[in-house]
């Protein structure tokens, strides 16, 4: 009897592959290439101090981690400026991160995440003069004054 649900589980998937054929997998192919060392870096609009205005502006640091003066340690966000200088692909990274702190460090992250995407057009980074694509990491300091 225990066997029954997993013997019409395996039928119905069989019946489903036969009439629907083989589910197929698609993913977006970017045949351009990414760099990680250019001529050029990318910069932010009105640079460095431009772009520390801007993540002071658009990252909040949870209250929750705050309270309990929480050391985050390093947390870099890195990403890809494309040619056009539209960023994209952003994911942080940070130290392993204590069970009573994922709460407050994911919310965390996601403000980080959501700033990135929102952030203006940079100027991209180049090569022989043409603009590419550049994999940028940015190291996000977290200051509790």
Known sequence: MKRTPKVVLWLLSLTTT???GQPKATA?????PIFTVVEQEPEF??????LSQYLANNIRFPSALMRKNYNTGPVAAKFI???AG?????????KPIKKDMQKGMQEFMKTIIAAIEKMPPWRPGQVNGQSVSVFYT?????NMQ
């Open 28 to 32: 977006q192919a970017r045949t351009e």
């Open 138 to 142: 940015l190291p996000i300091e977290v």
């Open 86 to 94: 539209t960023v994209r692909d952003v994911r942080v990274t940070t």
């Open 45 to 50: 609009p009105g640079g460095k101090a431009a």
């Open 81 to 83: 400026i494309d040619k």
């Open 18 to 20: 036969l009439l629907l």
